[in-house]
């Protein structure tokens, strides 16, 4: 082989691995980063302790909870504290939120827009704490971009709602390109008014999958509010739930 063809074969090598490692660094699909994102923080079912701080302008306050969950359609969760919050309970059993309250020992449906309303005066509804759908099922989405945020790469997408029953008609994401985690949301209604915005932090890797011990929500529109402060303090994966739990007299008990 003579020196010029040497020397063409070994552009050819050279183009042929360029190639190699830009792919192995393209940005994937928005369809890809959606599903990485709901095979971190989805799973079958899951156990949680958590704390609620609300932030006031003049005080703030905590809750703690514990939470048993079971897909997207069951849930039940036991307020821990304070005592003025001790032993109130919420059940959701498909599109049905039940809370018991043991002050006046009765259960009530939370429905229609009672929805809307904020929790335990936090910046989250009970819409909010209710839908628990995959991303892959509820949004389409598109990349639009690249930035760096709070020293990491991540891609922004562009999310639309793909079925009626949503809360938010649009989200904005800026999802970690290494861990694939939402670091940043930003959550806005038909007309395009920015209604919520949250901060997730405190990235860890649990059971093979990464996953926000601590997300900051801020409600936009709520006046008064500092923002709430939303921390896992325990979480296991695809542990064993009693089913007694999803039953309205599992309230009472």
């Not at 006031?56 to 897909?71: C, D, E, L, P």
């Not at 020992?105 to 309303?117: A, E, K, N, V, Y």
């Not at 989405?141 to 079925?163: C, F, P, Y």
């Amino acid at each position: 082989m003579n020196s010029r063809n040497q020397a063409i074969m070994k552009l050819i090598i050279t183009l042929q691995f360029a190639a190699v490692v830009l792919c192995g660094y393209a940005q994937p699909s928005a369809d890809i980063i959606l599903e990485r994102i709901d095979r971190n923080l989805s799973s079958e079912n899951r156990i949680f302790e958590s704390s609620m701080t609300i932030h006031g302008r003049r005080n703030s306050r905590t809750i703690t909870s514990k939470s048993y969950a079971v897909g997207d359609k069951r849930s039940f969760t036991e307020y821990l504290s304070p005592p003025r919050e001790e032993g109130t309970k919420m059940l959701k059993l498909e599109e049905q939120l039940w809370i018991y309250s043991p002050s006046t020992d009765r259960t009530i449906q939370i429905s229609g827009h009672m929805l809307r309303q904020s929790v335990m005066g936090s910046d989250l509804s009970y819409e909010d704490m209710m839908d628990d759908r995959k991303l892959t099922e509820t949004y389409d989405a598109t990349v639009t971009g690249s930035e760096e945020l709070e020293g990491r790469k991540t891609w922004v997408l562009e999310l639309t709602a793909k079925v009626d029953d949503l809360a938010y008609a649009s989200r904005k994401l800026w999802v970690d390109t290494e861990r694939y985690i939402p670091l940043k949301e930003e959550l806005f209604a038909k007309s395009g008014k920015l209604l919520k915005r949250s901060v997730m932090s405190d990235v860890v890797q649990i059971e093979g999958r990464w996953f926000p011990r601590t997300i900051f929500y801020r409600d936009m529109l709520k006046q008064g509010s500092e923002g709430t402060e939303f921390r896992i303090t325990d979480i296991r994966f695809n542990s064993d739930i009693p089913e007694y739990l999803f039953s309205k007299a599992a309230l009472k008990q």
